[in-house]
């Protein structure tokens, strides 16, 4: 299957920032969604933000006003601003993108192999 490739993830301290970028390839079309969720050990998975093409955005609560989600149609990219770092922002993080299939009959969907954020001092 067709794997995204992120990058951005870090170690950082609280209160301090990553940029997470996602990529689609181009054999990925129609892309309808592009999100990014985490998964900490023993936890499981969550959305933590996702934009649509038509630039719906959606944030789980325990992020909003602290991170920000944006892409690029054209590029089909995604990035994830996450400012004020918090321990608990610690986990591996996931690009989702979904799409047609090519007849658009189909609903589809890739994933990263994910970036490991870790906030901790």
């Known amino acids: 299957q067709v794997q995204l490739v992120e990058s951005g993830g870090g170690l950082v301290q609280p209160g301090g920032s990553l940029r997470l970028s996602c990529v689609a390839p181009?054999?990925?079309?129609?892309?309808?969604?592009m999100g990014w969720y985490r998964q900490a050990p023993g936890k499981q998975r969550e959305l933590v933000a996702g934009i649509t093409s038509g630039g719906g955005t959606n944030y789980t609560n325990s992020v909003k006003g602290r991170f920000t989600i944006s892409r690029d149609n054209a590029k089909s990219t995604v990035d994830l601003q996450m400012n004020s770092l918090k321990p608990d922002d610690t986990a591996v993080y996931y690009c989702?993108?979904?799409?047609?299939?090519?007849?658009?009959?189909?609903?589809?969907?890739?994933w990263g192999k994910g970036t490991l954020v870790t906030v901790s001092s």
């Open positions: 181009g054999s990925i079309f129609s892309i309808s969604f």
């Open positions: 989702n993108v979904r799409y047609r299939s090519p007849s658009g009959l189909r609903s589809m969907e890739s």
